[in-house]
């Protein structure tokens, strides 16, 4: 195969969860980020519902190309490669996309990648429009609603580590779960913040994240000294700490403020995030910092970990929020990456795989 001079043009998709996203990239060169997301149907639910999510990437899917491939004016027969999540996520959500991946694939005969959906994220840097490229070595840190893990990278194709994840809930189901139990509606982050900022207080002040005390998961001096607990999460101690408070304070009604409760439950979550990752750093002797996924847009976690690695001196660096979150063009810089390294497509009978581990970068 015979990349075009400026790059490999490739087209990827990525439909690990509730959003339909197609990326295609040129070498470094961000065409297009098309993404079709089924969020809406969720809300009544207060979360993602597999199957709703996956009949929606069935619908959205073929649009989505199509748009894709018009907003960044090429053709399916001027591709150099197709990219598409194998994995981690929702099976039946990862199904859809690679069944579209290889139906593309099929009919074009371009090779095809199955790539892995961690990855995807650390390499979206790579065509981030105000990007300087992607630094390595850096220690990543992934928050989203499916995923919290902190990654070593030290090459974004064959040298992935993962350090440390939740042993429970996801930080984004955390929200989602708390959320619902303070009457708020899905997506439970973004809600859990404005309610912290006072946005659904009649006084309109900001909460007080020191107002209730809530428990820090996995960060005791034991958890600590413990290599397989020291970079783990836990936020399920957390979320019954928050029932508990809340059933307690309508015992006696006025006895808290919504925007208290949602600051300190924010405040717990960031702080623990934000520390375990300084840990990593300050273990490796990695100075730099990536921050990835959905959760990557709450103010209160980027205003933390911004302060924390400039007090430490540790660069930090936090894509585009639209990049951030789950996209298709993520798939498509790490696809590109891949094929300008000359290496071999997946085998085309490669399948989904719902919990590939992070240093499986490729299905091959």
């Known amino acids: 195969m015979t990349a075009t001079r400026s790059g490999p043009l490739v087209l990827g998709i990525e439909t690990s969860c509730d959003e339909t996203g197609v990326g295609i990239v040129r070498g470094t060169s961000l065409l297009t980020n098309t993404i079709a997301s089924s969020m809406d149907e969720h809300v009544r ?38 990219a598409v999540t194998a994995g981690p996520g ?42 300087p490229g992607l630094h390595t070595p850096t220690i990543a840190l992934l928050v989203s609603g499916g995923h919290t893990e902190i990654l070593r990278i030290g090459d974004i194709v ?23 139990l303070l009457g708020l509606d899905y997506p439970g ?11 659904f207080d009649e ?28 970079y783990s999460f836990s936020f399920s101690g957390l979320k019954t700490a928050a029932l508990r408070y809340v059933t307690a304070a309508e015992r006696n009604p006025g006895s808290a403020r919504l925007a208290d409760v949602a600051a300190s ?10 520390t375990k990752t300084l840990l990593a750093c300050a273990d490796s002797g990695i100075g730099h910092v990536l921050l990835g996924g959905g959760v990557a847009a709450n103010s209160r976690l980027r205003r933390r970990l911004t302060e924390r690695c400039q007090t430490a001196g540790i660069t930090l660096r936090i894509p585009p929020l639209q990049l951030c979150t789950d996209n298709g063009a993520m798939v498509a810089a790490l696809g590109a990456e891949i094929v300008r390294r000359g290496i071999a497509p997946s085998p085309f009978e490669f399948g989904v795989t719902s919990s590939l581990e992070a240093h499986d970068v490729l299905i091959a």
């Open 45 to 82: 639910f207060g979360g993602v519902v597999p199957e709703v999510a996956s009949r929606a990437h069935v619908q959205s899917i073929g649009p989505a190309i199509s748009r894709a491939l018009d907003e960044a004016e090429v053709t399916l027969p001027d591709l150099d490669a197709i």
């Open 90 to 131: 929702l099976s039946g959500a990862l199904m859809v996309g690679v069944s579209a991946a290889k139906g593309l694939a099929a009919a074009t005969g371009k090779p095809l990648y199955g790539i892995n959906h961690l990855a995807a994220h650390v390499a979206v840097d790579l065509v981030a429009p105000d990007s």
């Open 158 to 180: 064959d040298d992935i580590e993962l350090l440390g994840a939740t042993i429970d809930d996801a930080a984004g189901e955390a929200f989602d779960k708390t959320a619902r």
């Open 189 to 199: 982050g973004p809600n859990i913040s404005r309610a912290a900022a006072g946005q």
């Open 203 to 230: 006084s309109g002040a900001p909460g007080d994240p020191q107002a209730v005390r809530f428990p820090r998961g996995l960060s005791t001096a034991k958890d600590m000294r413990d290599p397989e607990r020291r």
């Open 265 to 274: 439950f924010e405040e717990a979550v960031v702080d623990v995030l934000v």
